[in-house]
């Protein structure tokens, strides 16, 4: 009797053991960027910078070439802007089109709309997407396509 107390005491202890190991074993990631992409102050695209984005289609056919299309990227949380920071438009090839770099700051990258139709117009056969860079992320983070 003594006996079969003694094993399911063992037992059990086993089994909360594994458990507490096993929930221990899974690390939550520490910090996730995001970023967020407004069209004339408005919000058309937010998203966790994680290693599967999905990736969204900006649609500026209906929008003003006056128009201005501003991106926010943040670091860990929102807990600090890129130094270096760039938006670079690639081409299905991945080769740069165009580069816009910009100041160290929490200020967000604007780059005006008539630029991007024109990119759009001038590379009708090819599909564009937009791309992050700094030195914090230099292998750069794709964002949208056009």
Known sequence: MQNTALKQTLLRTGLLAFFCLALFSFKAPFGVDSYEIYLNNKLVLKQYASKEISLQSLALDKASPD???????????????????????????????????FEDSKKGMTIPVKALQQLEKNNAKSHLTLYYAASELPGGQMLAAL
Not at 76 to 95: N, P, Q, V, Y
């Open 67 to 101: 128009d201005q299309l501003v991106v926010y990227y943040t670091h860990c949380h929102g807990k600090t802007s890129g130094t270096g920071r760039s938006l670079t438009i690639k081409d299905d090839g991945g080769r740069i089109v165009k580069e816009w770099k």
